[in-house]
């Protein structure tokens, strides 16, 4: 059975600070994705990464991908109240499946101002 | 574009009923896929259809099934409700592979008393 293990599970920090969000697994996956999801709504994809090591940035949010493929990090520096949600990890195209995505349980971030 | 819709987007039904949960994907998509969430988890994977064939299924009881018309819209099925079917079931609607990333509608809001 693959899991993904995200940590923490909750996050409450002060504006400005920085965080990591750790996603780990004993599987390989072909792909990461990351999402943030607010409350009453359908989780919304922030990146995808495919390739071993890969690091991707979208604004203040830093991805990386583990060389193994089996663990990822999302960084957030200097975060905002506008950061505030619950954050995804997810596994794609592990051995005997392609369109299936394990998620790890969240982790629920809060930023106050 | 429109994105991902989904009806209802809340439902109460009582124990033993069954319920018909539609969604319809992104323009292009023949990808769509089922998950479940249950309040402080994430989403676990029901199933997944492609060009109208199921492609993947995930560990829930057969009360549970699915189907996609011709137009790529799809139909989630749930028999003889239980209270622990309590749930936001999300549609997700993708190119062929999860590689790509997945674009989730606002999820129907299903209560089961």
């Known amino acids: 059975t693959q899991l993904l293990e995200q940590s923490p599970q909750f996050l409450s920090i002060q504006e400005g600070e920085n965080l990591t969000v750790y996603c780990n697994s004993s599987?390989?996956?072909?792909?990461l994705q990351w999402y943030r999801q607010e409350p009453g709504e359908g989780p919304v994809l922030l990146v995808t990464?495919?390739?071993?090591?890969e690091v991707k940035k979208l604004k203040r949010l830093t991805f990386q991908f583990g060389d193994a493929r089996k663990d990822s990090s999302l960084h957030i520096t200097a975060a905002q109240p506008g950061d505030t949600g619950l954050y995804l990890c997810?596994?794609?195209?592990?051995?005997?499946?392609?369109?299936?995505?394990?998620f790890g349980q969240g982790t629920t971030l809060q930023v106050k101002p | 574009d429109a994105g991902v819709t989904q009806s209802p987007t809340h439902l109460i039904k009582t124990r033993g009923q069954q319920v018909t949960l539609r969604c319809s994907p992104i323009?292009?998509?023949?990808?769509v896929s089922w998950y479940q969430q249950v309040l402080g988890q994430g989403p676990q994977f029901i199933f997944q259809?492609?060009?109208?064939?199921?492609?993947g299924r995930g560990n829930f009881p057969d009360r549970f099934s699915a189907r996609q018309f011709p137009n790529y819209s799809s139909e989630l099925n749930v028999n003889a409700l239980l209270l622990g079917d309590s749930a936001l079931y999300l549609c997700?609607?993708?190119?062929?592979?999860?590689?790509?990333?997945?674009?989730f509608g606002s999820g129907t809001r299903l209560t089961v008393v």
């Open positions: 997700a609607s993708s190119l062929p592979t999860a590689n790509y990333g997945y674009t």
């Open positions: 990464v495919v390739t071993g090591g």
């Open positions: 599987s390989v996956f072909s792909s």
């Open positions: 323009s292009g998509h023949k990808s």
């Open positions: 997810a596994g794609g195209g592990g051995s005997g499946n392609t369109g299936k995505l394990i």
């Open positions: 259809y492609y060009e109208k064939e199921e492609r």
